[in-house]
C-alpha cells in the first residue's frame, strides 16, 4: 500500500494583495507592463482582479488593500520602489536524477553519455521500502537541492523525469508537495532488455505499467481527492512518462497509451530529439517519431514531448491536431541535438510551445539561461553557420528569429498553454505564481544605471543579465516559498 501522506508547504503567509510593477506577456510576440498594478488573489491563491492606476476603482481598493494590512500585517505585498515582478517559469523538462551531472561530460557523444555516465547515475536512485516510510540518504537531498535551485532561478512550475525507480519518484513528487512547487513528475518507463542495460531497466512490461498505474494511483490517490490534489496548494500531477521509443517495447507503449487515456494523464517522453533519435521510429515502425507516438496513443492535450529539433511538417501537423505540446531545450539542442529546432516555425504551425533546461542534457538549473539561448539558436538558424557559403544559402530559408519577449512568453505563458493549466500570466483566473526582481542588488544593476527607462529596454536587460542574486521572493499560488530578505 503506498504512502499516500502529502505534506505541504505551508500557506498561512499567504498575501491576499499584492502591488508592484509587473512585466508579462499575455499573447505571442509582445509583452505589458503593468505599472503599480493591485493584484488581488482568492482564498486559493488565484488572481481575481488586477487594476492599474488609470481605474476608477484603483485608488479606493489601494486604500481599503492597505487597511486591511493595518489590521492584519502581510494582507498586502508591496514591492519595493527598485523590485519589479514577473510571472513564474515553467520549466517543460527537466531529468531530476541527472542533477548532480549538470555540466559533466558535454564532450561526450550522446551514446557515451547516455551509457557511462547517465544510466549508471540515475541507476543509484531510488528508496528502500521501509514501513509505509520513505528515506534515502541520496535521492531525498539531492532532489530536494535541485527543486530549491529551480525555485532560487524563478521556476514555479516544473515537469520532472524520475528514474526507473517507482518509490524515488514518488520521494520527488512529494518533495515539491513540501517545498511547494507546482510539478509533473512520472517514474520512467524503460522496458525494452535488447535497448537498456542490464542494471537499470525495468524488470519487465509488465511490472513497468503496474508500477505507472501504482504511481499514478499514489500520487491522485484512488479518489483523486487526496492532499495532491487540494486545490488550496499548487498541483501536484503523474505523468505517464516512457523514456523514449528506442528504450520501450511495443507492448509498453501502447499500454502506457491506454493508461494515459484512462486516467486522462500527463504523458510526457522525447520525440525527435537528434538525427538518430528520429530515424529510431522509422526503422521499427516505417513511420516517423511523431507518428509512432501517436498510434500508441502517446500525443494528446497534457502530452509534452521533449526537443522536437527534427519535427517535420506532417509531425507538427499531428501535434497540433492532437493538443500535443513541445518542449524546446536549446541549451540541450546544442549539445546533442544535431540541429536547431526552428521555434518560429513550428509555434507558427499552431503547436503548443514552452521552454525547457533538459537538466543534464543542458547545464544550467536557469530558464533565463535558456531565454537567451533560445534567442541566440535562432539568430544562428536564420543566418546559418559557415561563412564560406554565399549569405543567401547559408541560414534556414525562412525568418527564424525569436525575440526576447517571445522567449519569455514561451517561458511563462506558452508553458501554461502547453500544460493545461492557469499559469504563466498575471491575468484574472491564472495563479498567482511570480518571482520578484530587485533591480539594484550589488554588481547586479539592472537598471544600467537608469539610462534607460523605456520598459521594452526595462524586461530586455532583466532578461539577458537578471542573476539569481536579484531574485529575491517567488510565490507558488500566492504563496511565499523563498525570501532573501537581507536588503
Ligand atoms: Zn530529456
Known sequence: MADRSFSR??????????????????????????????????????????????????????????????RKPGYLLELDKDEVALPGFIDLHVHAPQWPQ?????????????????????????????????????????????????????????VYFGSADVRGSEALAKTCASIGQRAIVGKVVMDDPSANPDFYRDTSTEQALAETEGFIAAIEGHSGKCAANDPRFPGIYPAVTPRFIPSCTEAALSG???????????????????QWQSSVARERFGKSDAEALADFGLLKRKAVMAHGTFLLDGEAE?????????????????YFGNAVCPVRRIHGQGVHIGLGTDIS???????????????????????????RVPSERRGANEPSRVSAAEA???????????LDLPIGSFEVGQSLDMQVIDLKRPFADLTGNGVFTRPADQLERILYLSTPENIRKVLVQGTCVLSRDDR
Open 408 to 418: 519569455l512568453y514561451l517561458a511563462t505563458k506558452g508553458g501554461g498553454e502547453a
Open 318 to 334: 499531428i501535434f497540433r491536431t492532437t493538443g500535443t505540446a513541445l518542449a524546446h531545450c536549446p541549451i540541450s539542442n546544442a
Open 361 to 387: 542534457g543542458g547545464f544550467s538549473p536557469s530558464l533565463y539561461d535558456n531565454i537567451r539561448m533560445a534567442v541566440m539558436a535562432s539568430r544562428i538558424l536564420e543566418d546559418g553557420v559557415d561563412a
Open 102 to 158: 549538470a555540466g559533466i561530460a558535454l564532450d561526450e557523444p550522446l551514446e557515451v553519455w547516455l551509457n557511462e555516465r547517465t544510466f549508471p547515475l540515475e541507476a543509484k536512485f531510488g528508496i528502500e521500502a521501509r514501513g509505509s516510510s520513505l528515506g534515502s540518504s541520496f535521492t531525498l537531498p539531492v532532489y530536494q537541492d535541485l527543486v530549491q535551485t529551480l525555485l532560487s532561478r524563478g521556476t514555479t512550475t516544473c
Open 256 to 274: 502506457l497509451g491506454e493508461i494515459a487515456r484512462a486516467h486522462d494523464a500527463y504523458v510526457q517522453s522525447h520525440c525527435d530529439e537528434s
Open 9 to 70: 508547504a505551508d500557506s498561512t503567509t499567504r498575501p491576499t494583495a499584492i502591488l508592484g510593477t509587473c512585466f508579462h506577456t499575455p499573447a505571442y510576440g509582445s509583452f505589458e507592463m503593468l505599472e503599480q498594478a493591485l493584484i488581488e488573489l482568492d482564498d486559493h491563491g488565484v488572481i481575481e482582479r488586477v487594476t492599474t492606476p488609470v481605474d476608477p476603482a484603483y485608488r479606493e481598493r489601494l486604500r481599503s488593500a492597505r487597511e486591511a494590512n493595518d
